[in-house]
């Protein structure tokens, strides 16, 4: 296992952080900004009135995998159970049985080729399904989406396996508002833009380990076994993206928990055998001496789900949940990490959810960048 002393000292290193980052996934990370505001372009050039003049949906699916897959979760989360429009996610290729002309399918992949993208494609054209793609310049599916007449967001190619999810949820975001299923508030692009910069500024590589909250997430996770607590529907999509990051690029297994539905289970968790014993949380210890990794909670907020929801259940909210399971961790020597905690009503709700995202994308690059676990993985 990397001491924290030796993996600071790689964290603070510049030269041999870009040596040990041969994709370039820091710049990628740090770019999230200048991709919502570049696709939010790309989007409005691809004319999006193509689908949405006929009217709200009956039905709206996205297609996609892994980051694909996270920004229609993230949508579906966002839009909650009140939307009128039915809001599915699946990994294609295949289409629902019950899609129809009354439906519309986005296809969101990076790359914008293989089967489960481009199949999709033209069996909606078939069905009479509206379509929007998401996906690379000059893609197979590009192609596909041209021959029935289909908005495409065409991606440049600069674009980078594992840091595309803001490249992915920006058209479905501005879709959405142009349907009238989210107000222009909520799906403004900018403030995203704006609060992924302030994460960039303050997680970047030259910020040191000392005052980067990204670089001390990825040190804390060193010897940990993170666990997810998620305050919330919308909360509990970011943590499949938080727990997806890290098992990827780190190599680091992630147990998520959406609250306030799987406070039980958490709670027993956090009061089970495998959190550190009283007397033991001792940041300076001799790491020689541990058995092996040790629990750490990982907290994603959203203020919004801390309202009662009306559940007969105890506790009947998400924050409530939420303050539960943190005296549970706190009574059991269970060290939290909070991604970027803020004042409520400083940003809006969706870029609150942001810069909890985007320090969590720097913290796994970080991590696996001290575990050299990139250029492992290298052919």
């Known amino acids: 296992m990397t001491s924290p002393e030796l993996a600071e000292e790689v964290l603070d290193d510049l030269t041999l952080l870009r040596a040990r980052d041969p994709r370039g996934l820091l710049p990628a990370v740090a770019g999230a900004g200048a991709q919502v505001r570049e696709t939010t372009r790309l989007t409005q050039e691809a004319g999006l009135s193509r689908v949405t003049s006929a009217g709200r949906p009956r039905g709206l699916v996205v297609i ?64 009479g399904v509206a379509v929007v793609g998401i996906g690379a310049e000059d893609a197979p599916l590009h192609a596909a989406c041209a021959s029935s007449r ?4 065409a991606l440049p190619p600069t674009r980078v396996r594992h840091a595309t999810l803001w490249s992915l949820l920006t058209p479905m975001l501005l879709l959405a508002a142009e349907l009238g299923l989210v107000g222009a508030e909520v799906a403004d692009t900018e403030q995203v833009a704006a609060a992924l910069d302030e994460v960039a500024a303050d997680c970047g ?30 909360a509990g999509a970011a943590a499949g993206r938080v727990a997806d990051q890290l098992a990827t690029l780190a190599g680091l297994p992630v147990a998520a928990f959406r609250l306030p539905d799987q406070r039980v289970a958490l709670r027993t968790v956090l009061a089970g055998p495998l959190a550190t014993s009283a007397g033991q949380d001792d940041f300076f210890r001799d790491r020689t001496d541990d058995v092996g990794r040790r629990l750490r909670l990982i907290t994603v907020r959203d203020a919004h789900a801390a309202e009662h929801d009306g559940d007969e259940r105890v506790p009947r909210s998400a924050g409530e949940a939420m303050g539960e399971v943190l005296r549970i961790a706190e009574a059991h020597n269970v060290p939290v990490s909070a991604l970027a905690a803020t004042e409520p009503g400083r940003h809006p709700r969706l870029a609150r959810l942001a810069r909890q995202l985007a320090v969590a994308d720097f913290g796994a690059v970080y991590l696996a960048l001290a575990l050299d676990h990139e250029r492992a993985l290298q052919p």
């Open 64 to 127: 996609g995998r892994r980051e694909g897959a996270v920004a229609g979760e993230l949508l579906r989360a966002l839009l909650g159970p009140a939307t009128p429009v039915t809001v599915d996610v699946v990994p294609g290729p295949d289409l629902p049985v019950w899609m129809g002309p009354s439906d519309i399918a986005v296809i969101a992949t990076r790359t914008g080729a293989g089967r489960y993208a481009v199949t999709p494609a033209y069996e909606a054209a078939r069905r």
């Open 150 to 153: 289909a908005p495409y967001v």
């Open 205 to 234: 590589p030259a910020r040191e380990s000392f005052v980067n909250p990204a670089k001390t997430l990825a040190l804390e996770l060193l010897d940990a076994l993170p666990v997810i607590a998620a305050e919330g529907p919308l």
